[in-house]
């Protein structure tokens, strides 16, 4: 099972991927909404969505992704003077919202929070 990062930011790719391989999970880059939703349709095991360039696109895809799953861990970042967007996201389905800032400082615990549960 993965984790989905859904994201077109090449840096921000670069820095939660490298945490994922230290910490031993299994991410999945999904750089465009085509893409994560085929990866949501396998076997998910969270996702992380960035808002910070496509937020509408993002949050949709919050809403899908609750719909096939309703236990599915999915944190959502963004930038932290965008409340309406950190909260659009919650609307969505977001389980959790964190702020860009919260993302680069606690990269394992974030990505840790998205996966399911053992058990």
Do not use: W
């Amino acid at each position: 099972m993965s984790v989905i990062y859904f994201t077109s930011d090449l840096m921000a790719t670069s820095k939660i991927s490298g945490a994922a391989t230290s910490t031993g999970i299994d991410l999945k880059i999904a750089p465009n909404a085509n893409v994560c939703q085929v990866l949501l349709n396998e076997d998910a095991e969270g996702l992380l969505v960035d808002l910070n360039q496509q937020a509408a696109i993002a949050c949709e895809l919050i809403r899908l992704a609750r719909s096939l799953d309703e236990d599915l861990p999915i944190i959502a970042h963004g930038p932290h003077v965008q409340e309406g967007t950190l909260q659009s996201a919650l609307d969505a389905g977001a389980t959790h919202v964190v702020t860009n800032g919260q993302l680069h400082r606690d990269t394992a615990a974030v990505l840790a929070a998205c996966q399911k549960p053992a058990g």
